[in-house]
């Protein structure tokens, strides 16, 4: 099918990969350039630092004003409460529409197509008043409060997870089951110990997937969180530089490469599963 | 494809052989002990007028019952829990949110109007003829004051904290008949001419020293048995009356002051002259809303901007990234070129960085003065770009950025997608001498395209709302000149939403904010619709349900 590739056509094929290349790495050579500067601004910094350091790190750490760590700690519990209970309802939920025949169940599945058209963003005005609602009579759920917003994630994500955790539990052979039901198991043992444990990889793409968009969220954790130190680090990030790129350039870029850490590990090591599950949904902000 | 099914052990037959009642009565007692804290709570929404909350708690409640109530309802157990996420942060503000869509909610117009007619009604004023009460003001040396009323028939009053008390004598220590507590005293001191000169250890101050504190004692609002007293003027108090009466029955406020009738229209109590009352409070304005979005010129205009700029993001986004992502795949995915994994590896870490960080970052390289971005520019074309003051050369830089961040998705796609095409095509076409690239259009592309298009309209509608690009890097701006909403020139649809809703200048205007949503939502749901018809997507849904 393919011509052998001539000298000419592995050099300019080399040549087009190190463009994308240049393009692909262009920031990212620039922010781990100026996370080790010591002149921590955006005006006239070079390439390779002039005099490296790691007190942009330290300022991570000492600034009170900015508290990096905290957002970061509050990002992570997030993502990991709201990810961890999504995949817990919505393999629930998968079960169901997997193992049982009952009235409305096909409704149901449209339903959960249909609502994902409607992306929960669009909501906005409405999740912020109600939560300014519910913070009225229960304080610990309504506007600037993590319960609130883990609680707004989560029924984001309950469509489309049930979606993809159905069609992975329909592929799970029910003669497993079956010989747990006869020797007396009841239904949500066979649930938690048969059926959870073979349907490992799904969660597993399903919580990854999950913590990923909601670590990265921005617009709802904008709206509905106020006071800085429950901000998710999205929202921090975004008040720390606002325009101040000459001044707190090296201090971001710092917190900037400590923030990605997590996600771009994330990605190194799952990549294989996560590649697969991406083409299906493609779910990331 | 034909299903197999055992029937479930049936709840009735327990497994752990506890008595077959037991797990019932449990259920039942927490049921209730649930059931008790969450019926008040519906009853207290419905009294503070909060009804699609009640409703929505009130229809969640019920569920609850029925599924564990029902033995039928087994499926729904596992179902519920979800099903009440969903409902409640997906389902319902998408229903109120059309509701929103159709009121003036709003700053200006965020009270019920209930609140509103007790605010106004807590109003008061002077009506002429009320009594006035000159004063003298007593002060310590820590600057605490009391002070003393003289009222129309000649008695003396003093104040305790807010409260106006009168005064039983004037000389000597005397009870000054609190009622709740009869033994408070405050010491008076009277000189020869019978003036009051010390109460305590507060000394009377000069009118030259009164007149000092008037803006303090303007604030003050004293209590004379319910009956108000303020500052009239520098020698007296008065008394005060309240300033609007609501007729519930004619659902009109009367000022008593003029004797004008206020009716209530479009969210304010209007007078016949057409004077508003503030605050308004919030109230359903049918089509107002949509109306001034598409006939006010100063909203039209701009938001038709926005609305086409947001179409040609989300396809000039697809598109840039779709050729680029295409490009490089197509370049990686020859048998013969070396470190294709490492390359691929590499590529893709524009992907893996969290987007909100990205776009932070891109926004410092596209500073004007200092940024990265313009030392390139300027190296090779001698010149520095407007990057994000100017309106084109801001868009322009969003889809270099959006490019950045997308490219990698559509190359991993494409990579996929390429390896599924089979050998014998390219075999067939090559012997028939077709040229590279009359390969690449007559197979690659439309082989390609049938398992890539679907994930290319999911890209379009993503980027259709990818507020996180926009808002980051540009927040949306330059500004459009003229507009009288926040409406930039690199605003798309959602980040004009918010905008209207968070960010104002004028104030939030939820009403219009959650009507230029509801528009969004039409735009999206069709695309998605037809590419759910045109992938058969729901077909699948019917056979794999």
Request: with cysteine; hydrophobic share 50%.
């Amino acid at each position: 099918m393919h011509e052998r590739l001539s000298v000419w056509g592995h050099l300019w094929r080399h040549a087009v990969i190190w463009l994308a290349l240049a393009f692909a790495f262009f920031p990212v050579v620039w922010v781990v350039s100026a996370s080790f500067d010591g002149s921590n601004t955006l005006v006239q910094q070079q390439i390779v630092p002039i005099v490296p350091t790691l007190d942009n790190y330290k300022m991570l750490v000492q600034e009170p004003r900015y508290p990096f760590f905290t957002w970061m700690w509050n990002s992570l519990k997030v993502a990991t409460v709201s990810s961890s209970l999504s995949v817990f309802l919505c393999a629930l939920a998968a079960y169901a529409f997997s193992r049982f025949r009952f009235r409305g169940r096909r409704g149901g599945l449209f339903a959960l197509i249909l609502v994902q058209i409607f992306p929960q963003v669009l909501a906005m005005v409405s999740i912020y008043l109600l939560l300014l609602s519910i913070g009225r009579y229960i304080p610990a759920l309504g506007l600037n409060t993590h319960a609130g917003l883990i609680m707004v994630y989560l029924g984001g994500a309950i469509g489309i997870n049930t979606w993809l955790m159905k069609g992975y539990f329909d592929t799970i052979p029910r003669e497993l089951e079956e010989s747990a039901f006869i020797d007396g198991a009841s239904r949500f043992a066979t649930f938690t110990r048969i059926v959870l444990p073979l349907a490992r990889p799904i969660l597993v793409v399903v919580f990854i997937l999950s913590f990923i968009g909601t670590y990265s969220e921005f617009i709802l954790a904008r709206v509905l969180l106020q006071s800085n130190e429950q901000l998710t680090l999205a929202v921090g990030m975004n008040l720390f530089i606002g325009d101040q790129y000459a001044r707190r350039w090296g201090v971001f870029s710092a917190g900037a490469l400590v923030a990605s850490l997590p996600i771009v590990l994330i990605f190194m090591l799952m990549q294989r599963q996560l590649i697969a599950g991406l083409t299906q949904g493609g779910v990331k902000g | 494809m034909p299903q197999t099914i055992v029937r479930p052990p049936g709840r009735r037959r327990v497994a752990r052989g506890l008595p077959g009642g037991w797990g019932f009565y449990t259920r039942l007692a927490a049921l209730s002990a649930f059931d008790a804290v969450v019926l008040p709570f519906v009853i207290t929404l419905f009294r503070d007028q909060e009804y699609a909350l009640a409703g929505a708690v009130g229809i969640a409640l019920l569920l609850i019952n029925f599924v564990v109530l029902v033995e039928r309802a087994y499926p729904l157990r596992y179902l519920l829990p979800g099903l009440l996420f969903m409902g409640a942060l997906v389902v319902y503000p998408a229903i109120y949110n059309i509701y929103v869509s159709f009121t003036n909610y709003g700053t200006g117009n965020i009270l019920s109007m209930q609140q509103v007619i007790q605010q106004l009604e807590a109003q008061t004023y002077a009506p002429p003829g009320a009594p006035r009460f000159p004063y003298a003001v007593f002060e310590t040396e820590q600057g605490e004051r009391t002070l003393l009323l003289t009222a129309p028939d000649g008695r003396l009053l003093v104040t305790v904290g807010h409260r106006v008390v009168p005064l039983a004598h004037v000389s000597g220590p005397e009870a000054v008949g609190l009622p709740e507590d009869p033994g408070f005293r405050l010491d008076v001191t009277v000189d020869e001419n019978g003036n009051v000169v010390r109460i305590g250890d507060a000394r009377r101050l000069e009118r030259r020293e009164v007149l000092q504190r008037l803006s303090a004692l303007q604030h003050l609002e004293l209590d004379m048995d319910g009956t108000r007293l303020r500052l009239a003027d520098a020698n007296n108090f008065q008394a005060l009356s309240p300033r609007y009466t609501y007729n519930r029955a004619e659902n009109v406020l009367v000022d008593n002051a003029t004797g004008v009738v206020y009716v209530p229209k479009d969210g304010f109590f209007t007078s016949p002259d057409g004077e508003r009352l503030l605050p308004g409070f919030r109230t359903t304005v049918g089509l107002a809303n949509y109306v001034r979005l598409l006939t006010n010129p100063a909203i039209a205009g701009p938001f038709l901007q926005v609305f086409v700029w947001t179409f040609v993001w989300a396809g000039m986004s697809v598109v840039l990234t779709f050729s680029l992502g295409l490009g490089l795949a197509l370049v990686l995915n020859h048998p013969q070129f070396k470190l294709k994994g490492l390359y691929r590896s590499l590529l893709i870490i524009p992907y893996t960085i969290p987007g909100f960080v990205s776009a932070l970052v891109w926004r410092g390289l596209f500073n004007t003065e200092f940024g990265q971005v313009n030392r390139v520019v300027q190296a090779l074309f001698g010149t520095v770009i407007p990057w994000l003051q100017d309106p084109f050369w801001a868009k322009v830089a969003l889809l270099i950025v959006n490019l950045w961040l997308g490219y990698p998705y559509m190359m991993i796609v494409c990579l996929g997608a390429l390896q599924s095409i089979s050998p014998e095509l390219y075999e067939a076409a090559y012997c028939d001498g077709a040229r590279p690239w009359q390969r690449f259009w007559h197979i690659t592309l439309p082989l390609l395209m049938t398992s890539v298009a679907p994930l290319l309209v999911s890209s379009f509608a993503y980027n259709f709302n990818n507020f996180t690009v926009i808002y980051l890097v540009t927040r949306g701006r330059p500004p459009i000149a003229g507009a009288v909403t926040p409406a930039g020139a690199t605003d798309i649809l959602i980040s004009y939403t918010y905008r209207l809703a968070f960010e104002s200048g004028r104030g939030a205007d939820y009403g219009l904010a959650a009507a230029v949503s509801l528009l969004i939502f039409f735009i999206v749901g069709t695309i998605t619709w037809l590419n759910f018809r045109f992938t058969r997507a729901f077909e699948e849904v019917e056979h794999s349900a």
